[in-house]
């Protein structure tokens, strides 16, 4: 179980790697609007990191390994279509 959580993991870094270079080209694309951006990217992680918990542990704090893999799979799944929201900005 431990690997595949490694796996989950590692590729929820790539999904936080791509985020984050999508973020930084918007940034300079449109630095006067910066700072709603990054207003709107605290809300949407915090919303994330919501979401993940109750999908993970809709009881409350239960825990076990399948509860770990449904949160970094949440999570990752979650930050791909963030990216993907915001390349949509960056192609306009």
């Known amino acids: 179980m431990d690997e595949m959580i490694d796996c989950l993991l590692y590729h929820q870094g790539l999904a936080e790697r791509d985020l984050g270079e999508a973020l930084t080209i918007l940034r300079s694309r449109y630095p006067q609007a910066s700072n709603e951006l990054d207003s709107a990217q605290a809300d949407w992680s915090q919303y994330r990191e919501s979401h993940c918990y109750f999908v993970a542990y809709p009881y409350g704090a ?31």
């Open 62 to 92: 239960l825990s076990g390994s399948e509860a770990r893999l449904d949160n970094v799979s949440c999570k990752t799944e979650m930050t791909r279509r963030r990216t993907a929201e915001l390349s949509d900005l960056i192609d306009r």
